[in-house]
């Protein structure tokens, strides 16, 4: 093992702007950019640059802020009561080329480009990634107002950095980039199940003439169910149920160990997203029991983003539904899994978003959802159709936990390697028996 060198993070840097978010609307001299905001860090970390906006820039100075690989990005304003900003996304071939065009970062975020002759970028993303993760960026953070700032100036001029030899960055990047390239292949695997999940109910809808789930079908012979879901719910011994609310669950019940709480900022598109997620005491799950949720349970978010919803597999059977989430129990676990689909269809989805109270951020309530039109197949058809959601559900249920496995490993050696209290060999050879 070569000597290892400290420098302050400035001197690692050749060049660094804030972002841009431009406009919605194209003007004289403007070019159209993908721009990444903090909280797309994570979604396009995976692979998934679908709710990226397309913003259009002052084509005389956007050519300053076009990323390329090796640029590292950094959120400069955002986080939550248990995340602090300064969260890192790293630029590479695989990322640009999920992107039409060119690419750059919002305003809250900023680009750093590394000097490569001194440090290895891929390293320093994960020296960022370890940092924000053990609670340093939080001495960075700054909030005046609502909303929580990176003082990134003052990081660069004083935060020190332990710097093995170049070939070693680049080992140690090696390695935890097979992990994160396996989370990234699972997390592919896992979304074609999604969208092999909606062609089998697309092929339902197609072959059983049905042109509107808002309509009862015309007569074919065969009993469709009209229905709505808090009906469907209580006949089926199920609620629909409203999280714990604030006054229940204080900001400083929050653990770094614990039993996991769903909050939306954790619902994806049916799955429950664990990164960051926030964590309670036991005590707390017990005295919050009610809020507990079982396997084929569905977590919506109360406001913002209600399209969202995820159903809970059979290892987040005991978890919470966190503040700003609701519950809903359908009854059987073959219903739950059709009904996570169904209301996974746009027409259902757009329904919600109608009916959501408030016009700059749509509300959902236990009444709203309750509301929802149903429409269900005969019990034999629904039988067939369950028959295949199971296989692939089971799929990509089966690599999203994998990926937590990865996950937790890839969080276990960061620390350990960023500090060289952890040779890359020895790492690397438990790495390859994980992947």
């Known amino acids: 093992m070569g000597e290892w060198t400290t420098r302050r993070f400035y001197e690692l840097v050749t060049e660094s702007k804030d972002g841009d978010w431009g406009t919605g609307e194209a003007t004289e001299g403007s070019i159209l950019f993908s721009v990444i905001r903090g909280t797309d860090f994570e979604n396009v970390r995976r692979g998934d640059a679908s709710a990226v906006p397309l913003r259009y820039l002052p084509e005389k100075t956007s050519w300053r802020r076009v990323l ?26 695989r990322v640009l080329d999920l992107f039409p065009g060119s690419v750059s970062c919002a305003s ?55 710097l093995p030899p170049l070939t070693e960055q680049r080992a140690i990047a090696e390695v ?41 079908p015309e007569s074919s012979g065969t009993a469709w169910l009209r229905t709505t879901l808090g009906v469907l719910c209580a006949s089926g011994g199920g609620s629909i149920q409203t999280g714990p609310f604030g006054s229940q669950l204080h900001a400083s019940d929050y653990v770094d160990s614990g039993i996991p709480s769903v909050m939306p900022q954790n619902i994806g598109d049916n799955i429950i997203v664990e990164d960051g997620i926030a964590r309670i005491t036991t005590e707390d799950a017990s005295r919050l029991s009610k809020y507990r949720l079982t ?37 059987t676990a073959a219903e739950s ?7 996974g269809e746009p027409e259902i989805q757009e329904w ?36 295949r959601l199971i296989g692939l559900d089971a799929s990509g249920a089966h690599v999203q936990h994998e990926n937590r496995t990865l996950a937790d490993l890839r969080d276990t050696l960061l620390p350990q390697l960023i500090s060289g209290k952890l040779r890359v060999k020895d790492a690397a050879r438990v790495v390859e028996e994980a992947v």
Not at 116 to 143: C, D, K
Not at 356 to 373: D, K, Q
């Open 108 to 162: 809250f975020a900023r680009f750093i480009r590394i000097d490569a002759t001194i440090a290895e970028p891929r390293f320093i993303y994960w020296l960022l990634r370890h940092l924000h993760s053990s609670g340093v960026m939080w001495n960075h953070q700054v909030q005046h107002t609502g909303v929580a700032r990176f003082q990134y100036t003052r990081f660069a001029e004083i935060q020190d950095v332990l």
């Open 337 to 343: 899994l059709f009904m996570s689909h169904y209301l």
């Open 176 to 216: 935890l980039g097979a992990l994160d390239d396996k989370i990234a292949l699972n997390g592919r695997i896992a979304a074609t199940s999604r969208q092999l999940s909606r062609a089998v109910m697309e092929e339902l809808w197609a072959t059983s003439g049905i042109k509107s789930l808002l309509s009862t």
């Open 295 to 331: 396997e084929g349970d569905i977590v919506y978010s109360r406001r913002g983003d209600v399209k969202r919803r995820a159903l809970v597999r059979e290892y987040e059977a005991g978890w919470l539904c966190g503040t700003g989430c609701l519950r809903v129990r359908v009854g």
């Open 352 to 387: 919600i978003v109608q009916h959501a109270i408030g016009a700059t951020m749509p509300n959902l309530n236990t009444s709203i959802l309750g509301e929802v039109p149903v429409l269900l197949p005969p019990r034999d058809e629904m039988g067939r159709v369950n028959d």
């Open 68 to 93: 390329h690989p090796g640029d590292i990005l950094l959120e400069m304003a955002g986080g939550s009561r248990n995340r602090s900003t300064g969260r890192s996304l790293i630029i590479d071939r």
